[in-house]
Structures are given as structure tokens and as C-alpha cells.
């Protein structure tokens, strides 16, 4: 996580990543950013409204440089609006617009990246977690058929 305010546990649904990894590139056109295709961001969001379940929506940061997150970095993505840095969404979702297929994705807050360093905050410890958006999300994917 970029962003202190996303808990440990906390999902965010994705609206579109910044592209700082080298799979994208291969599939799609250069740019920016690259945002899910079709409507499972929809039907994500109003599963987990419906479920009562508190979550945020916002952007990626993919990078599939590790251990590059710098204090600099960090704060330009921060300013760029992204809440979260991962591995793959970017490349899922140029992949997908290549493919023509739609494509959505959750994550939850693990890691935490600061300026003072990195907290694990347990991350690897939220099976809970994992349980219930798995469940969640394959409600949201039964509402596509």
C-alpha cells in the first residue's frame, strides 16, 4: 500500500494502473495508464456494496522493479492518485484489452511502502481476508453470466 489510511485487510477495487513494468508494453499501445475492461469493476462494486462490506476504489501503481519503491517514486505515484503498488495489474489489464476479454481486480491492504521503510503489517496472515473477497469476487463474476 501507498496510501497509511488503507488498513491491513482493507480491499480496494481497481480503476486503472500506472504503467511502470515492462509486460503492458507488449500488448497495447504505450500510455500512461491502463484501465479494466468491460463491466466486472461494476458488478465488483455492487457485490461488495450489497455484502455491507467497506472497501475503497482507486488506482495502481504497477511496477515489476523490486525493492525500487523509493521515498521519490512513492510520492509522485502518490500524486498521480495512486493508492496501492502491486505486480501485475497493469499487465492483466493491457492483456486483456488485447484479448478483447473483460477483466477486474481487488486487492486488499498488505505491505505498507513509507518514507521510513517498509512494514509487512502481518500481511501474509490475512487468510480471513483472502476467504471472503475470493467469495465475493466469484459472486460478482456470477453476475456477468
Given at each position: 500500500?501507498?496510501?497509511?489510511?488503507?488498513?491491513?485487510?482493507?480491499?480496494?477495487?481497481?480503476?486503472a494502473?500506472?504503467?511502470?513494468?515492462?509486460?503492458?508494453?507488449?500488448?497495447?499501445?504505450?500510455?500512461?495508464?491502463v484501465?479494466?475492461?468491460?463491466?466486472?469493476?461494476?458488478?465488483?462494486?455492487?457485490?461488495?456494496?450489497?455484502?455491507?462490506?467497506?472497501?475503497r476504489?482507486?488506482?495502481?501503481?504497477?511496477?515489476?522493479?523490486?525493492?525500487?519503491e523509493?521515498?521519490?517514486?512513492?510520492k509522485?505515484?502518490?500524486?498521480e492518485?495512486?493508492?496501492?503498488?502491486?505486480?501485475?495489474?497493469?499487465?492483466?489489464?493491457?492483456?486483456?484489452?488485447?484479448?478483447?476479454?473483460?477483466?477486474?481486480?481487488?486487492?486488499?491492504?498488505?505491505?505498507?511502502?513509507?518514507?521510513?521503510?517498509?512494514?509487512?503489517?502481518?500481511?501474509a496472515?490475512?487468510?480471513?481476508?483472502?476467504?471472503?473477497?475470493?467469495?465475493?469476487?466469484?459472486?460478482?463474476?456470477?453476475?456477468?453470466?
Open positions: 500500500m501507498l496510501n497509511r489510511e488503507i488498513a491491513a485487510g482493507h480491499p480496494v477495487i481497481l480503476t494502473a500506472v504503467r511502470d513494468e515492462g509486460t503492458s508494453y507488449h500488448y497495447i499501445p504505450p500510455s500512461r495508464e484501465e479494466p475492461r468491460g463491466n466486472v469493476t461494476r458488478a465488483l462494486i455492487d457485490t461488495f456494496t450489497e455484502a455491507g462490506l467497506d472497501f476504489v482507486g488506482k495502481a501503481w504497477t511496477t515489476d522493479a523490486l525493492y525500487r523509493t521515498k521519490g517514486k512513492r509522485a505515484r502518490l500524486e492518485g495512486c493508492e496501492v503498488v502491486e505486480m501485475e495489474a497493469a499487465a492483466l489489464f493491457a492483456v486483456a484489452q488485447f484479448r478483447e476479454v473483460s477483466i477486474g481486480q481487488v486487492v486488499y491492504g498488505g505491505d505498507l511502502v513509507v518514507p521510513e521503510g517498509w512494514d509487512s503489517r502481518s500481511w496472515n490475512r487468510g480471513d481476508d483472502r476467504r471472503l473477497l475470493f467469495d465475493l469476487s466469484a459472486k460478482a463474476a456470477r453476475k456477468l453470466f
